[in-house]
């Protein structure tokens, strides 16, 4: 029998959360720090990501685990978080033994917010340690860390926008537990996967959703794309025991999830990536049904981000829509 969804990601033991949230303009960045290493795999499906250690994830690359991973705002300068995440690592003695020293293992995604405020303020170093400390079993959701500038529904043109954010779920089966992070800054439209009702998305005249893909096939012109300025990172975490090539498998198979849950994805725009991270505390699982509760859990936290969202000027969030 599986839990009902719900939860957050450290419902999976090991890992903490942590979210530095900028006071001065929508940005921000999360952490998930697993300290003593885990397995991960990546599967980047975007044509516009921006990331950064994503190749050693690659299941025939010689590092077999990460001690965290950053996500971030700020688009390419928000990849210098990761600087802090790392030395709060070293500082406490974590990281790969590599001769003299260790090294921290900490892929990082970012996402493109700088339409909001002065987009010279982009997360730092800084910011990446800050998120560090701030690292605990959190549930915090909707409008902190990588989520605070998280827009949707931006292919009709910005100004059509409505607010992402940062989401979680997770679910049970047996004794293996799966959960799902998710920050949503889709190009597309968010829908409840099982009713197919827009959630947040490209607004019409209205100020209601009008449905991207229906007003797309009618005719209406989408905006010329920019490149990487919408992008979906997610996390699937399982404490099931897999090695880096299911672990790839586990982050491929998760994206069926963002497929359910957001209309269109993976545009020219976007820089989606997924990550897993699987720390074997509760022993081998099978691939198939992990990929089946992968999906669930994802899709559960992309509803979670924009129903969780709180809205800015202009850019509505979709419990304002009652």
Not at 48 to 71: I, K
Not at 282 to 288: E, F, I, N, T, Y
Request: some cysteine; charged content about 15%.
């Amino acid at each position: 029998m599986a839990a009902p969804l719900g939860g957050h990601l450290c419902d999976v033991a090991g890992l903490r959360l942590g979210h530095w949230t900028d006071g001065r303009r929508p940005t921000g960045c999360s952490v998930i720090l697993c300290p003593q290493g885990v397995t991960a795999g990546v599967d980047v499906r975007g044509a516009a990501p921006g990331s950064r250690e994503t190749d050693l994830l690659r299941p025939e690359n010689t590092v077999q685990q990460v001690h965290a991973l950053l996500l971030s705002g700020g688009s390419a300068f928000g990849l210098d978080a990761a600087s802090g995440v790392m030395r709060w690592l070293r500082e406490r003695g974590h990281g790969l033994a590599v001769g003299p020293a260790r090294v921290p293992i900490v892929p990082a995604a970012v996402i493109f917010d700088l339409w909001l405020g002065d987009p010279a303020l982009s997360p730092d170093a800084d910011a990446g340690y800050a998120a560090c400390e701030a690292a605990s079993l959190t549930a915090a959701r909707g409008s902190v860390g990588a989520g605070a500038g998280a827009t949707v529904g931006k292919l009709l043109g910005p100004q059509w926008a409505m607010k992402g954010g940062l989401g979680q779920a997770s679910l049970r089966v047996g004794m293996t537990t799966l959960s799902a992070l998710a920050v949503v800054n889709a190009v597309g439209d968010v829908v409840d996967p099982a009713s197919g009702r827009i959630l947040a998305g490209a607004r019409g005249e209205d100020g209601r959703p009008r449905g991207t893909v229906q007003a797309l096939l009618q005719g209406a012109e989408p905006i010329r794309p920019v490149p990487g300025a919408a992008t979906t990172l997610a996390v699937v975490a399982t404490d099931a025991l897999l090695d880096k090539s299911q672990a790839t498998k586990l982050a491929q198979i998760a994206h069926d999830g963002l497929a359910r849950s957001i209309n269109p994805v993976h545009q020219p725009s976007d820089g989606d990536i997924v990550f897993s991270l699987a720390t074997g505390a509760s022993g081998p699982a099978d691939l198939g049904l992990l990929g089946v509760m992968a999906a669930e859990a994802l899709a559960a936290a992309v509803v979670d981000a924009v129903q969780s969202a709180r809205g800015l000027p202009g850019l509505p969030a979709a419990g304002e829509l009652g």
